[in-house]
Structures are given as C-alpha cells and as structure tokens.
C-alpha cells in the first residue's frame, strides 16, 4: 500500500474515533462491528445489484425463457435430481413452450434450441461466434489437454487439426485412395452375414439358409473395420477370424468406444462448478478414464512401432491413414504432428465414425421390418440400378436415392445423440430477438428438431417419401438447412460428411441387397418392438431373420 493512501486510511479512522470514542470507546468498537457487519455487505451487494441492474439495462434483449436459475449454482441442483438429463431440457422447454430455452448450469448459460430457424441462426449468421468448444473433463482426458479437432476450443491447435484433416486425411483424393480398403470391408460385411446362415443351415435340420442376425453388432463391427482398415490397415488387433466376424480384441474396443461417446459432453455436473471436479460425483470420469485405457491397450502401440519404422527407414512409402499422419511435414521439413497428437486424433476419428452409421442402419431396417413394402421399394430399386449379378458398389450409391432417403429419415427420427456438439460463443450476440451471453453453450436439439412437429407431419412416422420432395436425396445425407441434424454445417461442422455418407449408405444397401430381411419366425412377434432406451438406442439390438438372395459366388471374398 503507497503511503498516500494509508494516510487518508489513517485519516479516516481518526475522524470516525473522534466523533464517538471521546463518549465512549465501547460503542466506538460496536459501531466499528457494525460497519464489518452490515454496512460493509451491504455496500457489496448494492454494488452487485447495481452493476447487474446497469448490464441488464445495457442487455436490450431478454435471455432466452426458461426457470430460475438458483445463486452460485443456477439450475445445477435440478439437472442432478433430473435424469436422463437430456429429457429434463426437453421437458423444460415444452413447458416454457418454447423452441430456444436458457438453463444457467453454474455460471454456464445452457441455450438448447429445436428451430431450423433458430438453429441457422446460430450456424450460418453467427458460425463465427458460435465456433468453439466447452472445455469439460471428459473431452480433456480423451484429446490429451486438446490435441485433436473435434473437442478443442476455437483457437490455433483446432486450427491445425481441422487443416490437417480437411487436406490430409478426408480430402475427395485421399479418400479415392482408400476406396479399396473400404470395399474389402463392404465384402467382408456381407461375407460375415452370409457364414453366419451357412453355419446354421449345416447345424439345422430344416436345412433352412437363413438364420437371426444381431444387426447392431454386425453394423457395429462394419463400422469398426472400415477405420481400422483405412486406419491401421488391418481389420483385426489380434489373430482374427476365419469367418471375418469379430474377435474378443474388436469386441472391447467398440465396446469401449461407444461406453465413451455415451459421457462425451453429458452434462457432467463437475464441468459446471470446477470447485466439484476432484469430486467425480456422476462418475463420468471414472467411466471415460477405463474405455479410454482399453482403447489406448489397442491403438498405441500400433502407432508407436509405426512411428518408430519411420524412424528407422523400415517405412518409406504412405498406405494407410497412420503413415499419412505421420509423413505430413511442416514448412521446415520436420514432422508437423507428434505422436500425442496423432494417437488422439485417431481415438477422435473412431469416436467420430463407429456410432452414426450403425445406429442409422440398425434403426432403419428396424423400422423398415414394420413397413415391408419400404424394404421391398429399397430392393427393387437396388436390383434395378445395380442388378443381381453384382454387389452395390460406393458409385451406385448417389442412383439409389430411395434408400438415401431411408438413411436420411433413421438419423432424422434416431439421432444417435440427444444433442449436436455444443457450439461455445466467443462473444456476445442477440439471436432471434434474445439476449446470448459470451461462453453460452449452445446446443442444437437432435431431437427437438428431427421431432419437430411443426416441421415435420407426424415426425414419429417414419416415411422416406418425405425425403424424395424437392429431390433431397441429391445432398446425400447432409442437411444444410439444419431441419434435423446430421452434420451441421459452417466452421464447426463434420469433417466426415462424405465419408460418413458412403459408409452409412454403402452398410445399409449391402444389408438390404445381399439379404432377404424378415421378422424372426420364432418369437411370437409380428412387429419389432421399436420402443428406445434413454440412451436413444433401440432397447434390444435388433434381431432380425436374413436369407441369401445373391448368387453364392458374390459372398466369397
Ligand atoms: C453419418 C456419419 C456422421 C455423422 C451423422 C456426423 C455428425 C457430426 C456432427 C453432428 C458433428 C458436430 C457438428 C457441429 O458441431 O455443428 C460432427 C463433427 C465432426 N465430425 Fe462427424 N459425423 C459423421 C461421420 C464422421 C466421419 C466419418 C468423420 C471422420 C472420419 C467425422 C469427423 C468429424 C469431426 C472431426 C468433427 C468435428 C469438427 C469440428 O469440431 O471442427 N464425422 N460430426
């Protein structure tokens, strides 16, 4: 403290002694309590309310509806009590009976939203500024401090792993590179389904060639092997199969990839009051921190001898996605990614991939099941485009719209995820006449807008046709419009757009092209049970009956 401002201090206290100590020194040092008791908070909280009164009034615009946030913790102890969490948002802005609702979880404003409208607004007038991350505790622990491009937080790291993915890894040429790689596993698909009837028509009396198929593992697995060839270039971490099916290695690794992307950004309570973090109260943590150590056993060391042939020269010429990440150079000729970063990068591209496709596939034959005139419409426009005496193929895919639309309507109605990625503001804006603080976490509704029953007509039917209007399938799968979700668009928005499209629609028009698809005789149901668990999944992995419809040499690899 400068000597000036201790003496006026100084000065101060004398005058307040000398006014009432000379009566009595008593009631000098209870005036003096008095002052540290109430008038010193009260001066604090006049000036909290004055300055909170003087940003509101500088605030035009409201803050989106929604309820009374509580002091310090906001809506904290109601999204704790409330689960699944993401149902209680949903509640909330039915009962608010709105399409963009403000949660303050913490000092985190939350502003969920189930408008196209809105949702363009966000994503296409102000992409900019909605154009970061949250940092949370499980995206932290799986990007390693935020290495990789998907999770980080607008700046230079996400920079470089969104130029290094856009030019590198998913550009048009880079995937024509791995088309061949992509193909063995689209035949491996079908040769899997097809061992698996073989091997019950030998155990079989019936002698029947059909058998029940898991669907959610087959796609599942499909998915997992497509990375990993185009990855890895191997389908198998361990000794493999035969058969083509999957071993105990890829079993835990999917298993553990989705047990992660279950508690990417799932309103983890810790993430909103730091103070809680070394708490792990929901247990997020601990979940995130075991599927990562099981999916870090298998993809490490790969990456490690990879880099270390490099080294040594035993390595010299790119086949597969690795060796590409580990050839790109920076300006001076030296590596430009480390091996931290290319070993969480490859976790995120799993994460990114296994889950959309095979959720969409399993979702869409399920619904299909029901409806088997929408297979028989699927197959019939397969057989006419692609015939019987091939397997579909990634450049028919674009010719067979009825089965995009298919697709377009399982990620329209069964999104995978309640919620898109949280897109963080950087600054703040007003959106559709509402006040959007800087940090706000926005979060367009999967849900709320594939539902959206002022959008779409009975939004729970589900009905391809809808998609064959104004020849939508001509975009594939992508939905710039935001009037669902698939991949967004503007700076943040997925980077696999073609990739995931070719895989999505290349497993479900194999599945629909090389099997006859029915309900299984033997369980007394005549419909699937289409009822779906909190996690958005359909409850039971989908048993279905498949036949071979395709000549036996086509299965063959
Ligand atoms: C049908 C398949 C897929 C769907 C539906 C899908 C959907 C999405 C969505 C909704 C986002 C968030 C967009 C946003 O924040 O606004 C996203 C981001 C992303 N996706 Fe995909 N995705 C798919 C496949 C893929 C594939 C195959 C890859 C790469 C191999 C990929 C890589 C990424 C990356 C890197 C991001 C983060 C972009 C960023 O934050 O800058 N995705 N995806």
Not at 214 to 239: A, E, L
Not at 297 to 307: A, C, F, L, N, T
Not at 420 to 433: D, I, Q, R, W, Y
């Amino acid at each position: 403290m400068s000597s000036a401002s201790s003496l006026s201090f100084n000065q101060w206290r004398i005058d307040v002694h000398d006014d009432h100590s000379a009566t009595s020194p008593l009631r000098a040092s209870k005036f003096l309590t008095f002052l540290q008791l109430v008038l010193l908070p009260a001066t604090v909280l006049i000036f909290i309310f004055l300055s909170k009164t003087l940003m509101k009034s500088k605030r035009v615009a409201p803050l989106p509806p929604g309820p009374k946030p509580w002091p310090i913790v906001g809506n904290l102890p109601e999204l704790f009590k409330n689960k699944p969490r993401y149902k209680w948002l949903h509640r909330l802005m039915k009962e608010f009976n709105t399409e963009i609702a403000c949660i303050r979880l913490g000092r985190v404003h939350v502003i969920p939203v189930a408008s196209p409208e809105i949702s363009m607004e966000f994503l296409k007038k102000y992409d900019a500024v909605f154009a970061s991350r949250p940092i949370t505790v499980t995206t932290n622990m799986f990007s390693n401090g935020f290495l990789t491009a998907g999770v980080s937080p607008w700046g230079d790291q996400w920079k470089k792993m969104r130029r290094v993915l856009t030019s590198e890894i998913l550009s048009p040429a880079r995937l024509k590179w791995l088309l061949a790689k992509r193909n063995e596993e689209a035949d491996n698909l079908v040769r899997v389904i097809y061992n698996m009837c073989k091997g019950s028509a030998i155990s079989d009396t019936c002698s029947t060639s059909g058998t029940v198929v898991d669907v959610r593992t087959v796609s599942q697995h499909f998915t997992g092997n497509v990375m990993r060839r185009m990855i890895f270039n191997k389908r198998y971490y361990g000794k493999g199969r035969e058969d083509g099916g999957p071993c105990f290695e890829e079993q835990e690794h999917i298993q553990a990839l989705f047990a992660m992307l279950l508690y990417v950004y799932a309103f983890c309570v810790s993430d909103y009051m730091s103070i809680l973090k070394p708490f792990d109260l929901d247990g997020h943590e601990k979940v995130v921190r075991n599927a990562l150590k099981v999916i870090k056993k298998y993809e490490d060391p790969i990456v490690d001898e990879r880099v270390q042939m490099w080294k040594e020269g035993k390595r010299t010429e790119p086949e597969d996605l690795l060796d590409i990440f580990i050839s790109i150079k920076d300006d001076d000729g030296n590596p430009l990614l480390s091996t931290e970063e290319i070993k969480a990068q490859i976790t995120e591209l799993l994460l990114a991939t296994v889950d959309n496709p095979s959720n969409a596939a399993e979702w869409a034959l399920a619904e299909m099941l029901n409806q088997p005139e929408q297979i028989q419409k699927a197959v019939e426009e397969i057989d006419r485009v692609v015939g019987k005496e091939r397997l579909v193929q990634e450049s028919d895919l674009p010719k067979l719209p009825y089965v995009t639309a298919c697709a377009r309507e399982a990620l329209r109605i069964h999104s995978i995820a309640p919620f898109n990625l949280p897109h963080v503001s950087t600054a703040e804006v007003t959106v559709a006449g509402y006040f959007i603080p800087k940090g706000s976490q926005v979060l367009l509704s999967r849900l709320g807008l594939g539902r959206n029953p002022r959008v779409w007509e009975e939004p729970l039917r589900f009905d391809p046709e809808r998609h064959l209007k104004d020849n939508l399938c001509e975009l594939g799968l992508a939905e710039p419009e935001l009037r669902f979700i698939t991949f967004t668009r503007g700076r943040r928005g997925c980077m696999g757009g073609t990739l995931g499209t070719l895989i999505t629609l290349m497993l479900l028009a194999r599945l629909l092209q090389g099997f006859k698809w029915s309900i299984p005789p033997n369980n007394n149901m005549e419909k699937i049970d289409l009822t779906e668990n909190d996690q958005l999944f359909l409850a039971e992995p989908l048993q279905a009956y498949a036949e071979p419809r395709l000549p036996p040499h086509l299965y063959q690899p």
